[in-house]
């Protein structure tokens, strides 16, 4: 985790990302009390209070306003930040192999290869710009909104616990599965829009020596390979989130039932049952939210380990003196080969000159 978020980090204007998690926590903060002021004007309404009706509406229509305001400014800079750090990642990857061996990446397809920093660099990049956001906001949800639930109805915070045990459960049974399918998956989509691209920048090539009908058999191929991996992904993904889906429908249905009977025993107000119900879902999304941290991860290291190998490649060393004049150039046995036996030339040479370089 350290080492994937600090390459997402690396790239990010810091002042922005500062400034946006600010606005974000204010935005938070104005969408947790939102729901208890639609409560409190229920209530007055029910109760016929037509003065302080006033007072809860005007409150109420300030603070969607201004959740309305923050949530364009902050579509704005994420566009900023997300874009920006997107693009210098993957500049300074393709850099990075201007500087290694030519031997490394020469049997690489390089449509394949740009597929695969520009899908992988975004990944994590917006994986980075989004951690800290989100684990702010969710906990804060989780910290104010269950003090709340717990303060209230106590019964239902024990139902609560109950759903977070099962959540937990089921990540750690779906977590290496989603994991790899999702690293599966992202190979084989690279290698499919990659036979796309081939299909097209090789027209001339290709009809000029009859391979029309073998290269689209090849992308046949890869289409299939593709959709398979697809379709797993989807599979595993659709049985987890019918699972997280089961269980968020057991918790409404619970506090819609045991709310009801409250507000009919007079023990609970409308307002209230309005708001804890908004609130439950809340709480059970941010709960959902750091299991769905574990898939997210998963898939975002599986692009990290794709590129890690490139990341990791040894850079090719080059001086840094720069000579004033040159009298002589010496060759002392210079030799190019391939392999140990495979020796094209060797040069012992001596060239004098009487032109200088400044």
């Known amino acids: 985790m350290k080492q994937l978020l600090k390459f997402g980090f690396k790239y990010l204007k810091k002042k922005w990302y500062y400034l946006y998690l600010g606005i974000y926590i ?30 809860f509406v005007g409150a109420f229509f300030l603070i969607s306003f201004l959740i309305k305001i923050f949530s364009v400014l902050l579509n704005k800079i994420y566009l900023y930040i ?17 500087r290694v061996s030519y031997l490394n990446i020469c049997k690489e397809d390089p449509v394949v290869l740009n597929q695969k920093i520009n899908n992988d660099c975004n990944v994590i990049i917006n994986f980075g710009i989004s951690f800290f956001r989100d684990i702010i906001s969710n906990v804060c949800n989780l910290l104010f909104i269950s003090a709340i639930i717990i303060y209230q109805i106590p019964v239902v915070a024990i139902v609560l616990f109950i759903l977070i045990f099962l959540y937990i459960r089921i990540y750690h049974f779906s977590k290496e599965r989603i994991y790899k399918v999702s690293f599966q998956m992202k190979e084989s989509q690279t ?5 796309i691209c081939s ?17 689209f058999e090849k992308q046949e191929n890869l ?35 045991y709310g009801g009977l ?12 309005t708001a804890a119900s908004t609130y439950f879902s809340t709480i059970i999304q941010s709960t959902n939210y750091f299991l769905s941290l574990g898939e997210n991860y998963q898939e975002t290291l599986a692009s990290y380990n794709r590129l890690l190998p490139y990341l990791s490649m040894k850079e090719i060393p080059y001086g840094k003196l720069r000579l004033g004049s040159i009298n002589s150039i010496k060759f002392d046995n210079v030799r190019f080969q391939y392999f140990e036996n495979m020796q094209l030339f060797c040069i012992n040479e001596e060239i004098k000159s009487e032109i200088f370089i400044g």
């Open 26 to 55: 204010i935005f938070s903060i104005f969408v947790i009390i939102r729901p208890l002021l639609l409560g409190s004007v229920i209530d007055v309404i029910t109760e016929k209070k037509q003065n302080e009706l006033f007072v």
């Open 262 to 273: 409250q507000v009919m025993k007079g023990n609970m107000s409308i307002g209230f049952l």
């Open 82 to 98: 997300d874009t920006e750090a997107a693009y210098i990642s993957n500049i300074n990857i393709i850099k990075k192999l201007y």
């Open 223 to 257: 289409f299939n390979d593709y959709y398979e991996t697809l379709e797993n992904r989807q599979d595993i993904l659709n049985i987890y989130d019918l699972a997280n889906s089961s269980i968020s429908l057991i918790a409404q249905i619970f506090i819609l039932l």
């Open 191 to 195: 290698k499919f829009f990659a036979g």
């Open 199 to 215: 299909t097209l920048t090789g027209i001339k090539s290709i009809r000029n020596n009859g391979f029309i009908d073998k290269v």
